[in-house]
């Protein structure tokens, strides 16, 4: 288990960050809290924090950094163990906040990922909207084109997968992860694995984790 060792997963949208992260979880037992699931779960629970925030996810923007903030906080505080935290900070004030309120981490772990590749990635998704199940023409297409496998109904694509919502976002992320970055290498904490897949990526996650802790089962295999 990687006890006590803190860090944040960076990567724009499609780069995997989710695929990495669950094999962290699952080859080293840390906690992941995903920025997403924190704000799903206020929002279920209706608190006071999800009830501020619902206007900014309804309407499609980022939730405010004093929002955001509030709730990392209170769900990373009183977390002993190590933990891996994703989809934050998203802003180098956040990071910042982060810092203060709950100490350094020891690590940011940067998925670098051509942006075309992720582009071409993202705009072959396809789902199939009552089961929830994903499809990708590059890698996993169905067996019939545009057709769910399952119920032989009509697959769909996603707003902000279309091509150019998928171009918009890639962008804004290129524009405003510089800071966060260069927050966490001015600290001597970025770590950088590139590749174009998460196969590719994760052998070199693997063995910078390697390096703090041996892995929590005993299952060689990646």
């Known amino acids: 288990m990687l006890r006590n060792f803190r860090a944040v997963i960076v990567g724009a949208p499609g780069s995997g960050k989710g695929t990495i992260s669950s094999r962290i979880v699952r080859k080293f037992d840390v ?8 704000i799903r779960r206020h929002l279920m629970k209706g608190t006071p924090l999800g009830l501020a925030t619902k206007k900014y996810v309804e309407s499609g923007r980022l939730v405010p950094d004093d929002m955001m903030v509030e709730m990392i906080v209170q769900e990373l505080k009183g977390t002993p163990e190590g933990w891996l935290l994703d989809g934050f900070p998203r802003t180098a004030p ?3 906040v982060l810092e203060s309120e709950i100490g350094p981490v020891d690590a940011a772990i940067n998925l670098v990922v051509p942006l075309e590749v ?15 199940r994903v499809y990708n023409t590059s890698y996993n297409p169905p067996r019939l084109p545009g057709r769910d496998d399952v119920t ?5 694509q996603r707003e902000d997968d279309i091509p150019e919502a998928v171009r918009h976002r890639l962008i804004v992320y290129s524009k405003t992860v510089g800071p966060v970055l260069d927050f966490f290498k001015e600290r001597g904490l970025l770590e950088e694995f590139a590749g174009e897949t998460s196969d590719e990526i994760w052998p070199q996650v ?6 703090k802790v041996s892995p ?3 299952d060689v295999r990646l």
Do not use: C, F, N
Not at 31 to 38: A, E, F, R, T, Y
Not at 206 to 211: S, T
């Open 152 to 156: 032989g109904e009509p697959l769909v």
């Open 216 to 218: 929590v089962t005993q």
């Open 118 to 132: 992720i582009e071409r990635r993202i705009a072959g998704r396809w789902i199939h909207p009552a089961s929830g």
């Open 31 to 38: 906690k992941h809290v995903s920025s997403g699931d924190v």
């Open 94 to 96: 956040q990071a910042k």
């Open 206 to 211: 693997y063995r910078y984790l390697m390096l």
